[in-house]
């Protein structure tokens, strides 16, 4: 079993910054492949970027390419998404998830791929 747990959300304006995290914690040594995904109200849940279990390797939605940055610390068990130039259209519940399975472009987006998810962390971008 593998818990992740989010943390960072917040309010900001657009074109302001924030980093969120996702801590996890179990049997981490299963993890082949972590994601970042977001849901807004009444749209399905969107992956946003995914990263291998080295840290090599990551992918990015185009929508988010060049303003995210997908990144971890494995010494720490720690996900991270950085965001910058923030916009209105990323305000969204953010997720992130865990696969055991490898990171691959052709369905990195898929929920289906990842076995365990956080509970979710709010951003909001005010214009």
């Known amino acids: 079993q593998v818990q992740l747990v989010e943390s960072g959300g917040g309010s900001v304006q657009a074109g302001g910054s924030l980093r969120l995290s996702c801590a996890a914690s179990?049997?981490?040594?299963?993890?082949?492949?972590m994601g970042w995904f977001r849901q807004a109200p009444g749209k399905e849940r969107e992956g946003v970027a995914a990263i291998g279990r080295l840290g090599i390797t990551s992918y990015y939605a185009d929508s988010v390419k060049g303003r995210f940055t997908i990144s971890k610390d494995n010494a720490k068990n720690t996900l991270y998404l950085q965001m910058n130039s923030l916009a209105p259209e990323d305000t969204a519940m953010y997720y992130c998830?865990?696969?055991?399975?490898?990171?691959?472009?052709?369905?990195?987006?898929?929920?289906?791929?990842?076995?365990?998810w956080g509970q979710g962390t709010q951003v909001t971008v005010s214009s």
């Open positions: 179990g049997d981490t040594y299963s993890i082949y492949c």
């Open positions: 998830a865990a696969s055991l399975g490898g990171c691959y472009y052709s369905d990195y987006t898929s929920p289906l791929r990842y076995a365990y």
